[in-house]
């Protein structure tokens, strides 16, 4: 019954900007925990931001450059993405601890490309 739907990707060119958008819906309960990792081509999983009990926490790679937010009416998180460069280009995925009536589970969006090149 959980849905979740990424969009907002794209390509720009060094130095732009980029906002991408994760929303869930269907039978949730609460919202625990919400986050946003990418992965490029040949390297791990890495974490991007994340928050849970009012705290966001950044990778050192994109403080000061990255913004997370949420609207919890909507059910939906963003990243602003601004200074954009090479090394940001990746899939990025979102990711959900949900609350259901009976359950609590991790939920991930379907991945978005980002690619950042001249």
């Known amino acids: 019954q959980v849905q979740i739907v990424e969009s907002g990707g794209g390509l720009v060119q060094p130095g732009g900007s980029l906002t991408l958008s994760c929303k869930a819906s269907?039978?949730?309960?609460?919202?625990?925990?919400m986050g946003w990792f990418r992965q490029a081509p040949g390297k791990q999983r890495e974490l991007v931001a994340e928050t849970e009990d009012s705290t966001i926490t950044y990778a050192d790679s994109v403080k000061g450059r990255f913004t997370f937010s949420r609207d919890n009416a909507k059910k939906t998180m963003y990243l602003q993405m601004n200074s954009l460069n090479a090394e940001d280009t990746a899939v990025y995925y979102c990711?959900?601890?949900?609350?259901?009536?009976?359950?609590?589970?991790?939920?991930w969006g379907q991945g978005i490309q980002v690619s950042v090149s001249s």
């Open positions: 990711n959900f601890l949900l609350g259901l009536v009976d359950q609590t589970g991790t939920y």
């Open positions: 269907g039978g949730i309960v609460s919202t625990i925990y």
